[in-house]
């Protein structure tokens, strides 16, 4: 679907988006693949390992999803748009509430209005689990970026861009993560976690771009494709990173929850599974045309996926597995 595509990402420098970088030109012949983001330092090392000269088809450009005008001269002749910049520190969002509705927020409404009125084809947007019923800003900033991104099948008119939406849980190893804590705090032989019961999803990069990449390609517009992925419980990341040190509990930081939700029951009624993943289609009744060929079969009306109650996790084995393979990456 890529080979001879132009495909932009949004906060391409990015643990997700250099990853994607690598599988798009591994697996792909694009005619131009661009990178958006504001930082040039990035995206000079990012030129690096991507040189244009190794790949013509590379293009860097410098921007912010809130310029608006910025939005609009990269999306030209563009046929495929991955939004995966955000402002996503849960403290930092909490401390700079307002940064992160710029970015979050009226940095989605910059997308939607430059991808119609360029011509773009298909948006696909990174949510988090965090999305699902929010307790900081963080979260409440990537719901109201879901609903502006699904919302925006209604705005094309007689376009044909279509707007999708990919959620899924933490990713093993991207900045910020507790790994990459954990590993740096085991030199000092011990450890902090903030509630023994914890537990989240779990997702490697390569797998959450292989996904967006698929949704990317079977999305009609206005669902949001969640994958089933396992669950882990703290104290078995603890153990599989740093199994000689001792642990301190905290307690639960603000804005953080215990147990992570990627679907609520509450919107169990609009969503449907298929072998790998579920689909939550859009509340607006006209869009239910485009989802009666694509099978798959209703959950029961009190479904909830949560890593709580999740049916697949990890072993301290397999976590370890993941691990061995992010050092060897």
């Known amino acids: 679907m890529l080979d001879g595509k132009t495909i932009l990402i949004t906060g391409g420098t990015g643990s997700f988006g250099k990853i994607c970088t690598g599988v798009i030109l591994r697996d792909y012949k694009p005619r131009r693949l661009i990178i958006y983001s504001r930082d040039e330092l990035k995206q000079h090392e990012m030129s690096q390992v991507f040189p244009d000269q190794r790949y013509p088809c590379m293009r860097y450009f410098l921007g912010d999803v809130r310029d608006r005008d910025r939005m609009y001269r990269a999306f030209d002749k563009v046929d495929y748009v991955i939004h995966a910049a955000a402002l996503k520190q849960v403290p930092a969002a909490e401390y700079n509430p307002f940064e992160a509705v710029k ?11 430059a991808a119609i009125d360029q011509g773009v084809k298909k948006v696909i947007a990174l949510s988090t689990d965090k999305a699902a019923n929010p307790i900081n800003l963080y979260g409440a900033t990537k719901l109201c970026s879901d609903k502006l991104i699904i919302a925006g099948n209604n705005y094309v008119g007689g376009n044909d861009t279509a707007f999708s939406v990919v959620r899924y849980g ?14 740096k705090m085991r030199e000092a032989g011990e450890i902090t976690v903030t509630d023994p019961r914890m537990t989240r999803f779990w997702i490697t990069l390569e797998q959450g771009v292989r996904f967006a990449l698929d949704s990317l390609e079977r999305m009609v517009g206005g669902e949001m494709f969640i994958p089933k992925i396992p669950s882990m419980n703290i104290m078995d990341l603890a153990k599989a990173v740093a199994p000689e040190c001792s642990i301190k509990y905290i307690g639960i930081r603000p804005g953080e929850k215990l147990h992570e939700v990627m679907i609520p029951v509450d919107e169990a009624r609009r969503t449907i599974e298929y072998g790998g993943y579920y689909v939550l289609k859009p509340e607006f009744r006209f869009f239910a045309n485009r989802y009666k060929k694509n099978g798959g079969a209703p959950v029961h009306d009190s479904f909830e996926y949560s890593s709580a109650t999740n049916t697949k996790w990890l072993s301290i084995d397999e976590l370890r597995e993941m691990l061995g393979g992010l050092r060897a990456a």
């Open 103 to 113: 970015t979050n927020i009226f940095g989605a409404e910059n997308v939607i209005n």
């Open 170 to 183: 933490n990713v093993v190893g991207s900045r910020g993560s507790v790994i990459p804590l954990f590993m």
